[in-house]
């Protein structure tokens, strides 16, 4: 019966982390609210639009990677074969933390014999100057039909499979 028990724990422990792992590899890849996380695109023409992705903290790679992922996705739904990149850009953003921290307060309180003393300090605070770092990739896309140009270009359907895994 313990036996059973420690292969039931384990299987369950087992399940549980492989399924946060694996939806924790493309958390971040989602729509993007406002100027938040996440991707954006704007149509120039019907062919040619610009695809912008926006990761947390200093990861380029990532977030450029992502950007071909939503530019393969978005030639395929536009139903072309393939996108040439005219112009990628990438930009490592340093924003002020929008949440301003909360001060912290000591309070202490010390007896004597007769009476009781209350005191509260307030702590200095360790980072005045708090800021959050995001990294910005634009891409200009051209989409297309048939025979793939060579340069710059990648094969939408292909470009999705490797990147959505």
Not at 76 to 94: C, E, H, M, N, P
Not at 148 to 160: C, F, G, I, V, W
Request: aromatic share 8%; with cysteine; glycine share 6%.
């Amino acid at each position: 019966m313990k036996a059973i028990t420690t292969i039931c724990l384990i299987m369950l422990s087992y399940s549980l982390l492989t399924g946060c792992t694996s939806q924790s590899g493309n958390r971040n890849y989602r729509p993007a609210t406002d100027d938040g996380i996440g991707y954006k695109e704007f149509a120039v023409s019907d062919t040619h639009y610009r695809v912008q992705f926006k990761a947390r903290g200093n990861q380029r790679n990532n977030a450029r990677d992502y950007a071909l992922l939503r530019a393969a996705e978005l030639t395929i739904a536009q139903g072309y074969d393939w996108f040439i990149v005219s112009k990628q850009t990438t930009r490592v953003l340093d924003e002020p933390d929008d949440f301003p921290e909360s001060p912290e307060y000591i309070h202490s309180r010390r007896c004597g014999l007769l009476t009781c003393r209350s005191q509260t300090q307030r702590l200095p605070s360790s980072e005045l100057d708090r800021h959050e770092t995001y990294t910005l990739v634009l891409l200009n896309i051209h989409m297309g039909k048939g025979i793939r140009p060579e340069k710059n270009s990648y094969d939408a359907m292909e470009t999705r499979e490797m990147l959505s895994k």
